[in-house]
């Protein structure tokens, strides 16, 4: 990580300096997302992996599609602390928006998938969300919808097999168009001044001051984007607690859960975790891995006192939540898929 | 009932007689369906009842919405027999297709509800679908949402309290706009022979002659339609086993649910149910009351030994089959909505 602080310090140096000279730590939502060379997008392939998004046959009950806990009618979450999955057994870790998440070099909280064709082949069989018992089964279940047979071979080729790999290469795909581009602050860095309010950008300032951006910088405000520098699968981490022993890592838990450690067993990876993307983010509380927090003011104040032991003022809390608010984006108006009937 | 039958018996004699002239006993899904005068379908009430037909506020644990259950993405069901709503507990009575429902003039399979609203008061509170507690409990939740207040304030006007009233008129609003006109078999009325295939025809013919079309008429091939003789509230049942103690009774317990009398406690009503609607009839397995049926061929089967007293040929059921695909309709390609966030 040390490079990158090096890098980051110094630019935030600069800016502060030079305005918006030089290196940019914020920077718009790029036009196009990262697509991996093996998994272009086409048009036939994201409108199979629509399909296959709103399908709750993918669930082992079917009761439960991608939509249930990312609810792209929403702003791609749903507004739960933890969700319960397919078989009733509830998760230990707030679902994310899955907006934006194409610019992500890795995914879950604790990073532990290098890409998003490896994170959905996890939530697919995960007991705690779809619940199917193997990707086998999966592909059973798929494979027994007579309709997605005709639609595989739109997408993929007719030589291509519906296998785990080209059903969770078509949800990617489809992920992949979930974007929220043109945001007031997007607008904001293109150089409409007016685009965003004082408090907005006293907000932005103090964001930068008080140290948040030292890592909720660059297109996601989540650290390094892919083919900026970091590389699909290369993790951004951050320790959460970083003061620990506070209040607030009593009263909403922040410690009970080591994070990453879990995934590598690595003592110096206990309690990091994935800087997580703050598009939308006044769109998609509760906050935190645990979603144990409420409000965005509580969840600014909070992140104050652990990651920077600061007491932030409570004009200062107000102005970077106005801040953070710029950062929701213009949400697509998807039409609905036609599901295959049996 | 004598009056109708009389009616359409004479009907198909003059079908049969006389080709298309005269009195019709089939007809294209009319371009409107009839909207009651005092719940005008307006632009803004049908975007708000969409946003409440997707919305999981709207069930007691917030795990389901209407189109759980009435996926309009599929074709308007959920293709269980029975299903399990917000509390987890079954219903007895299949979940039908919710397209083209604003053609009935009752609704539920016993007819209990005489207008779509009321159907829609009864589904929010049932304990086996959305669950929630009351009419109250609804409304609150629905007022504890900030932005619903000023959309409903757009749908209906400043002075128009948010109530029961508004959020089951707004979901019947949208509910009526899920129309699927321009089934080949309504093209084919339209005079393009061509729309349907020769076994289709053969099928159409078999449909009239056995006796299908006694109760099986008119613009969603379910008896008299609001506007047309019959009014809203007016419902159309027929006994349904007709002819008892059959082997496809015992086998597939069509008789274990006594239907309307539930309703009326009148022994006239013992086992007699709303015609159901055959419109997409192809593409909403399973079938009867109680889901209890897995294919059309089946269903055509049993519906000719239960009600007709006749077994059907092999050739007859698959010509009666190929007709019914043809009244799969063209189904709308709604946008998704974007549902408030708290």
Known sequence: MSRWLTLVASSLMLLSAAGHAGFEPFQPLPAQPPIPSDNPQTPAKIALGKQLYFDKRLSATYTV????????????????????????????????????????????????????????????????????????????????????????????????????????????AYIRTLRTPDSDFDRYLRGDEKAISRQAKRGYEAFIEVGCASCHFWVNLSGPVPGLAFEMGEGFYELFPNYPNTKDEARYRLADDIGRYNVTKDETDRRMWRVPVLRNVALTAPYFHNGSVKTLEEAIRVMGATQLNKRLTRDQIADIAAFLHTVSGRFPTHRFPKLPVD
Chains 1, 2 share one sequence.
């Open 65 to 172: 599609s991608c939509n249930a806990c990312h609810n792209v009618m929403s702003a791609g979450d749903d507004g739960k602390a933890v969700s319960r999955g397919a078989l009733g057994m509830q998760g230990t870790r707030s679902a994310p928006t899955l907006y934006n998440v194409a610019y992500q070099t890795v995914y879950f909280w604790d990073g532990r998938a290098v890409s998003l064709e490896a994170a959905i082949k996890e939530h697919l069989i995960s007991p705690t969300e779809m619940g199917m018992k193997d990707a086998s089964a999966v592909v059973e279940r798929i494979w027994a919808t007579g309709d997605y047979k005709q639609v595989f071979a739109n997408a993929f080729g007719a030589g291509v097999a519906l296998s785990y790999d080209t059903i969770t290469q078509a949800l990617a």
